[in-house]
């Protein structure tokens, strides 16, 4: 009887597969695509807690325990690029956020051949290379020659060597991120504003809602899923900074280490010039075990404020 | 009154989108404008919007020695293409999968695409599998192979997906279609917003990329578009630092070091810049996120 049962089960769970095959098969290049690259990678982490040797490779090295850490936690650059990362990264999501919901309400507020111009132009950005926009940069910035100077002299103000001073970057990285990604977070948002169905706003134009009172009583209200959704993805990259940024834009220039240098810049130098590749996986571990606890906390706050709006 | 009001908060409306969008054009307006400028008044005078002396000299310096150059746009464009197919390829299949709602196995694939998106083994243990494990430094295979899948990519078309009517698969079901050509022949067909959109994204990754070439090439013929320009970067700078140490049959006084570094700039970006406006039209119906929720 019981074998009987369990004979049953097991053909139709392979019952299940083979009327799922075909679907299967076709999501089967990307499953092992991201089984090879995302999580054989994740037994890599082991790297962490050893003293690796490249000749030795992952599972011949030595254990040394938790040294990479404590070499790492030790030194101040601990401190250093986790207040960096975590600090622009909030700077980014809270300016980005506030200028991209602002733009894509008036963009919904103009036809839509006014919408395809403007559209255009604050994408423009979004689809140039770090490296060229760290051409821009310099073309702003340079010593003498940059728009930057002139204007600087132009006021009478005492000229500025901008890759030597790091306490402006925090103004430059925050300026150079919001021109290049807040066109793309508009598009999502203006996308979802004219998703919102127009029987609302009709309703709200019988009683006599003028056009502030429908923005703030209609639109942002039935955009938060889609910002609380933005919101969670972007807190759990907090721990991940745009490498590109914080390496072409500041010209990799070591003057600017203390306020423009991140995880991910730091990570790479280890790796590329110094060769610690134990201390680099750790913090890379590091890197990746925080941003995993920040993105299901803030998933939990949201389930418990408003269950409707959690991603999961 | 109220038509008067309502022409107000349009000129506002307006005069702030536009103030933006001027924002935003500007800096690339100034890297063409000192692309095609004369090189001692940009030294006199600064970069400006308006060359006070125009020149091609930058371009000249570029295309007289172009097969640095044509290298580099070969190899891009290779990539840029084989990497779009196949990735808008693997992309739209899973999406697809993930979109049926009657997959049995839909949930789990979707948290097997997205747990990646949240956690990953970072940039160490990646370096060493394609090093040590696969192989792939210094081959072509590792400049495109490493974006085949990027899971916001897939949720984006998932997005889409989802609103396509259920009606029209189950119908072509009817008609004895299997799986396959459901996807290929009917569902594929319907979605070109989406797959303009997406495509689009992924050939900008591509096009842009200097990271895969900055980790993993270091052979000559490899060197990507993006890369070269990173690398001229750093070599102009190290002649203009560094002239007094030149040999004497290099002028480095007549050597246009900015205007030819800004003209590989728009070189650089140049092309893609005219493909963008053509897939305007696809971008909001193809960007819809709003269904991105499970």
Same mark, same amino acid.
């Given at each position: ?23 299967? +098969? ?74 991209? =919901? ?84 508009? =598009?999502?948002?203006?996308?979802? +504003? ?23 009583? +209609? ?12 919101? +969670? ?80 | ?116 998106? #949240? ?28 974006? #085949? ?64 070439? #900055? ?80």
């Amino acid at each position: 009887m019981r074998a009987q049962v369990s004979a049953e089960r097991g053909t139709t769970r392979w019952g299940h597969f083979q009327k799922n095959r075909q679907l299967f +098969i076709l999501s089967l290049p990307a499953l092992l695509f991201k089984l090879v690259f995302n999580y054989l990678p994740l037994i890599g982490l082991i790297i962490a807690f050893k003293k690796f040797r490249y000749d030795l490779g992952i599972f011949g090295s030595a254990w040394n325990g938790f040294d990479n850490f404590r070499f790492f936690f030790v030194s101040d650059n601990a401190w250093r690029i986790t207040r960096n990362t975590v600090l622009y990264n909030v700077g980014f999501i809270v300016i980005t956020l506030i200028c991209a =919901l602002a733009l894509a309400v008036l963009l919904n507020e103009v036809s839509s051949r006014a919408v395809k111009v403007y559209q255009t132009a604050l994408f423009l950005p979004y689809f140039l290379s770090w490296v060229v926009v760290g051409y821009i940069a310099l073309s702003f910035l340079e010593q003498d020659r940059g728009l930057l100077h002139q204007l600087w002299t132009f006021f009478g103000l005492e000229p500025v060597n901008w890759y030597q001073e790091s306490n402006r970057w925090p103004y430059i990285l925050n300026a150079v991120n919001l021109w290049k990604t807040v066109g793309f977070s508009t =598009l999502i948002y203006y996308a979802g +504003i004219i998703g919102i169905s127009p029987s609302y706003y009709e309703a709200a134009k019988i009683d006599g809602a003028n056009r502030l009172q429908m923005i703030r009583k +209609i639109t942002l209200p039935l955009l938060t899923p889609l910002i609380i959704v933005l919101l +969670i993805i972007s807190i759990g990259g907090m721990f991940r900074a745009d490498f590109g940024l914080f390496y072409f834009i500041p010209n990799n220039s070591s003057f600017l280490y203390s306020s423009t240098d991140v995880i991910d810049t730091y990570v790479f130098r280890a790796l590329r010039s110094v060769g610690d590749v134990g201390m680099s996986a750790a913090v890379g571990l590091y890197q990746s075990v925080v941003g995993f606890v920040l993105v299901v906390a803030s998933n939990w706050i949201i389930k418990k404020i408003n269950s409707d709006n959690a991603l999961w | 009154m109220r038509t008067e009001k309502g022409s107000i908060f349009r000129v506002v409306t307006h005069s702030i989108l536009g103030l933006v969008a001027v924002a935003m054009i500007l800096p690339l307006v100034l890297v063409v404008a000192v692309s095609f400028s004369d090189e001692n008044t940009v030294i006199r005078n600064g970069y400006q919007f308006i060359p006070s002396e125009f020149s091609l000299k930058g371009y000249q310096v570029v295309f007289q020695n172009p097969t640095m150059l044509l290298n580099a746009y070969g190899v891009t464009i290779c990539i840029t293409l084989i990497g779009t197919v196949i990735s808008l390829m693997f992309t739209a299949m899973i999406a697809y999968v993930m979109s049926r709602k009657d997959y049995r196995y839909r949930r789990a694939t979707t948290f097997y695409v997205v747990f990646t998106m #949240l956690f990953n083994g970072g940039l160490v243990p990646f370096y060493i599998l394609i090093v040590k494990y696969l192989h792939l430094k210094d081959t072509m295979w590792v400049l495109f192979i490493p974006y #085949l899948l990027n899971p916001f990519y897939v949720l984006i078309m998932k997005g889409f997906l989802d609103r396509l009517p259920t009606e029209i698969i189950e119908s072509a079901k009817m008609d004895g279609a299997g799986e396959y050509r459901t996807f290929f022949r009917i569902v594929l067909p319907l979605s070109t917003p989406a797959l303009a959109t997406v495509g689009l994204f992924i050939s900008f990754v591509y096009w842009n990329d200097w990271w895969l070439g #900055l980790l993993f090439v270091n052979q000559e013929n490899l060197v990507s578009l993006q890369l070269m320009l990173y690398r001229t970067m750093n070599s102009i700078e190290f002649y203009a630092a560094n002239a007094q140490y030149l040999s004497g049959n290099v002028d480095i006084s007549q050597f246009p070091s900015i205007t030819t570094r800004m003209a590989l700039a728009v070189l650089g970006a140049g092309p893609m810049m005219f493909v963008f406006p053509f897939f305007q039209k696809y971008f909001v119906k193809g960007l819809t996120m709003g269904s991105l929720k499970e």
